[in-house]
């Protein structure tokens, strides 16, 4: 699933972004957090968002979501991969 793509902002931070322009998750290394801190996936073979089953107390820092950007249009003809084992799928955008 293609959720969005990755901004990074010298000044900003690096965030994710879904495809609709919301600001949905904040970078701390190959690991994104949503606004209020919690763990939503992390980077996998450098360009997979996925998350890691019972990872879901670990706790970033919190942040406030900057305003909408223009949306833009999602990759297509994507071809998915195998899971790795104990991951899961990332969420979709309408989840987050």
Known sequence: MDVGWRVLWISRGDDLW???GRHVGRFIGDT????NGGYLGEIMSE???I????AQFQQGYSFTPWARR???VKYVN????VM???YEDFPAPSEL
């Open 70 to 72: 223009s949306p833009y």
């Open 32 to 35: 994104v957090y949503d606004c």
């Open 51 to 54: 998350r890691r089953q019972g």
């Open 84 to 86: 790795y084992a104990s």
């Open 78 to 81: 994507y071809v998915g991969y």
């Open 47 to 49: 360009n997979r968002l």
């Open 18 to 20: 879904t495809h609709d």
